[in-house]
């Protein structure tokens, strides 16, 4: 159990739907890393939170948002939603500041039909 | 986009064998993670190897980082079963910002 707890584990939604992921990360970690994993695109890194503050963007789309509450807890917001957007989505924190290692939660498996 | 490839994409042997993998990145790195992931769970951090470190080890494992030729390799030593798992090297252009993945190696050992 790496300690970051995703809810929910399974999101069966429809397409144009608008979901939230919810992320809480390990006890004392500020960092919180977005990742979506399909077989097609592999691991893609989304977005990462620092202490309740965006640090870096990647390759997330503009239906796509997330935030971090003052708690460190963390939410992914997905609106829109296409069927290429079903894919195992990753929620993993750090420590501190650093990216040297990650812990990541079990993921939330979305599935838009 | 993806920064690291690795290399085989599949990796097939017997327990006891030796099971090494490859990561190919493209531009400088601060540092290089592996990371092993069981059949769409989690991944776990296995290993670190900073841009000035040209080989480390972690019991079973082995790193080295050849930055002239912008590659890295993964050794498991004297697999088990249970290392049956995907790959993935992990890349950073410095210590604070995104980590990218590669497509990782999927490693199958057999009893």
């Known amino acids: 159990d790496s300690g970051v707890t995703q809810t929910p584990k399974h999101l069966i939604t429809a397409t144009g739907q608008r979901v939230t992921l919810r992320c809480s990360p390990r006890s004392g970690d500020l960092s919180v890393y977005w990742y979506q994993q399909s077989l097609d695109q592999g691991l893609q890194f989304l977005i990462q939170?620092?202490?309740?503050?965006?640090?870096a963007k990647g390759n997330i789309l503009e239906r796509f948002s997330a935030q971090q509450f003052p708690d460190l807890h963390s939410e992914l917001n997905l609106s829109s939603l296409e069927l290429g957007d079903s894919a195992l989505y990753f929620c993993?924190?750090?420590?501190?500041?650093?990216?040297?290692?990650?812990?990541f939660g079990s993921g939330t498996q979305l599935s838009v039909l | 986009s993806q920064q690291g490839e690795e290399d085989p994409q599949a990796l097939s042997i017997q327990e006891g064998e030796n099971a090494t993998m490859n990561c190919s990145y493209k531009t400088s790195i601060n540092n290089l993670q592996w990371y092993r992931q069981n059949s769409g769970r989690g991944l776990v951090h296995l290993i670190l190897i900073r841009s000035n470190e040209r080989e480390k080890h972690s019991g079973r494992l082995r790193v080295t980082l050849d930055t002239s030729k912008k590659s890295s390799s993964l050794l498991i030593t004297a697999s088990r079963a249970a290392d049956t798992a995907s790959y993935f090297c992990?890349?950073?252009?410095?210590?604070?910002?995104?980590?990218?993945f590669g497509a990782g190696t999927q490693v199958v050992v057999t009893p």
């Open positions: 939170y620092y202490n309740g503050e965006e640090r």
């Open positions: 993993a924190s750090s420590l501190g500041f650093t990216n040297e290692k990650l812990f």
């Open positions: 992990a890349t950073t252009t410095d210590s604070w910002g995104k980590l990218q």
